[in-house]
Each structure stands twice: as structure tokens, then as C-alpha cells.
């Protein structure tokens, strides 16, 4: 299947020697949810802010669409809505007009039936005569993401879409950006929140000073690089390991009242029962055990750290 966007070689180096991105290539496939991870200066909003046009590459070649970025600018651009992490927008305005005139910049016919259906699926009905300046911050962000499909892109781009938001109105946001992708948007967005892409994503990119460390199915990356634990509580505490168990990889926690087992889902032998028949022998009574498995957010921290010990390494 054509990707909905496809990144090439897109590197950026701004005047003053900073390299803000690194060869990037990435394919996005129609109607999917992607998650762009990564922390503060990775190169997250420097690469959106290429693909809708917004900054020119030093490097590379970004299509939209089937349109060159840079070639077939107003073709491309029209394919995608973008919702910016800064909230900017006319104050003293109403919402309905707000969202009308964004619709109007693109060369699209009026259609208030697309703006209705807009405002209706956002919740923002009730508020399409208030002015702008009369709304809480979460409906503003509702307003900037009509504003973005005001036009009818079929690729969505959410840069920090919950940033400052309610942890309920989170969850409405989540509710809403599902809804766009069974109407046949391509939503991409970066977030802070792993929790967000955990909940959300289809697949998860995660980038590092501007390289594009990882891409990866959700399900397929919290298998391959999620660990499991089991935690074993003792009848007994300890103070340190027997010998007959220093073979496994056991950390003593709780002063002595559990053992905590690290093992790979991964591997075809857990080596859980092997452990278990050891502890027994060594007459080691437990009262409880309670597996647990790896978050996103460890999975996410370890291949951060990984990454910039592999580039301290390297430099």
C-alpha cells in the first residue's frame, strides 16, 4: 500500500551549525494513528513543521499525499491539518467564524453543513457564536483542531494535543481523535504523555537528537523490548541471596521480604518454574507472587538512554 507520507533523507541544519535533524526516513501509512516520541529538543516539532511546509529541509524529500512538499506546495499542504502545540488564534472572534475563515484560506468553498458537522463532533455547538477569549483552554485547543479539519485534510497532525488539559478532557480528546481515524484521517501526533500513545497508537517512532531511533507496532515494540517481573514475597526476609540462587537474576527489595525475578517474555523458557523448584530446596517459603510487566514509558526511557550512551560512545 502507498504511504500517506513519505520522509526520505531529511536532515536540517539551521545557520548557526545546529543540526536539528539527521537523515530522517519514515513511511506513514493511510489512516493510521502514529506516535512521535521523544524528549524536549529531539527534533519532534522540526520535522512536522517540514512535512506541512512550515521550515524547508536541508536535506531530503517529503511527499503528502503523492504531492512534493516543496514542488507541489499548495496541493500538498491542502492534504494536511495541523494543530500547533501554541494555542494562537483571534481572540475577539466567534468560533464560527474562526473556523470558517481557516476553512476560507485554503480556497475552499463555504460549506456550513462540514462546519456544522465539525463544531457537533467536537462538542463545540453550544459555543458557536462565543468569542474566542470566553472559552477555557480546552476548548480553545477543541477550536484550533475544527480550525485544522476546517478544510478537509485527510492527514491530521496533533503537536502536543493535551498539553495543559484536564485528565478528563484527555480522555474526550482520545475519544474524538478515534473518531477522525474511522472517518478516514491520518492522524499523526507527538506527545509528552506516554500514556497517550500507549492508549492511542497504532504504531510509535521515537526520536533522539534527531535521529529516528525506533519505529515499531505498538503490541510488537512492548513485546519485543518489554521485560516481565515477578515478584515473590517471602514468608521469611533475608538479608542476602543463598548461593544456589545467584544463577538467577534476583534483586532482594522490601528489606529482605521479596525477590524480585526479571526475565524475557521473549525466551522460550522463563526459567519461573526452574526458580520456584530452587527456592523450594532451599526451604524458602513464599506467601504470594505477582507478575508485572514493563510500561511504555520504562521501554521509552531505556531506548533514550540507550541511545545516548551508543552516542557518547561513538563521539
Not at 538467577?248 to 525477590?259: R, T, Y
Not at 523448584?277 to 514493563?294: C, I, V
Not at 510500561?295 to 552516542?311: D, P
Amino acid at each position: 500500500m502507498q504511504p500517506i507520507i513519505s520522509i526520505a533523507g531529511v536532515g536540517k541544519t539551521y545557520a548557526g551549525g545546529f543540526t536539528a535533524l539527521k537523515s530522517v526516513d519514515l513511511d506513514i501509512n493511510s489512516g493510521e494513528i502514529f506516535a512521535l516520541l521523544g524528549p524536549n529538543g529531539a527534533g519532534k516539532t522540526t520535522l512536522i513543521s517540514i512535512i506541512c511546509g512550515i521550515v524547508n529541509p536541508t536535506s531530503g524529500r517529503v511527499t503528502a499525499d503523492g504531492y512534493d512538499i516543496q514542488r507541489e506546495f499548495r496541493a500538498a499542504r491542502s492534504k494536511i491539518g495541523l494543530v500547533p502545540q501554541e494555542l494562537s488564534t483571534d481572540s475577539f472572534e466567534s468560533v464560527w467564524n474562526t473556523v470558517s475563515f481557516s476553512r476560507g484560506l485554503f480556497g475552499k468553498a463555504p460549506n456550513p453543513q462540514h462546519i456544522e458537522k465539525i463544531l457537533r463532533q467536537l462538542s463545540l455547538w453550544d459555543k458557536k457564536d462565543s468569542k474566542i477569549m470566553a472559552l477555557s483552554g480546552g476548548m480553545k485547543r477543541r477550536v484550533m483542531i475544527a480550525k485544522a479539519l476546517s478544510h478537509e485534510p485527510s492527514i491530521l497532525f496533533l503537536d502536543e494535543p493535551t498539553a495543559g488539559v484536564d485528565v478528563e478532557l484527555r480522555r474526550d480528546m482520545w475519544e474524538m481523535v478515534r473518531g477522525l481515524r474511522e472517518n478516514g484521517v491520518t492522524i499523526i501526533l507527538t506527545t509528552h504523555y506516554i500514556e497517550e500513545a500507549e492508549e492511542m497508537a497504532d504504531r510509535i517512532g521515537v526520536i533522539n537528537h534527531g535521529e529516528l531511533v525506533l519505529v515499531e507496532e505498538k503490541h510488537e515494540l512492548m513485546q519485543k523490548l518489554g521485560k516481565k517481573q515477578l515478584t515473590i514475597h517471602l514468608q521469611n526476609p533475608i538479608s542476602e541471596l543463598p548461593d544456589a540462587l545467584k544463577e538467577f537474576e534476583l534483586d532482594i527489595a522490601d528489606e529482605g521480604n521479596q525477590l524480585i525475578y526479571t526475565f524475557d517474555t521473549q525466551r522460550e523458557h522463563t526459567g519461573i518454574a526452574t526458580l520456584l523448584r530452587a527456592l523450594n530446596q532451599q526451604g524458602m517459603e513464599f506467601k504470594d507472587l505477582h507478575s508485572s510487566e514493563s510500561s511504555l514509558e520504562e521501554i521509552f526511557v531505556s531506548l533514550v538512554h540507550q541511545n545516548q550512551a551508543e552516542r557518547q560512545k561513538a563521539g
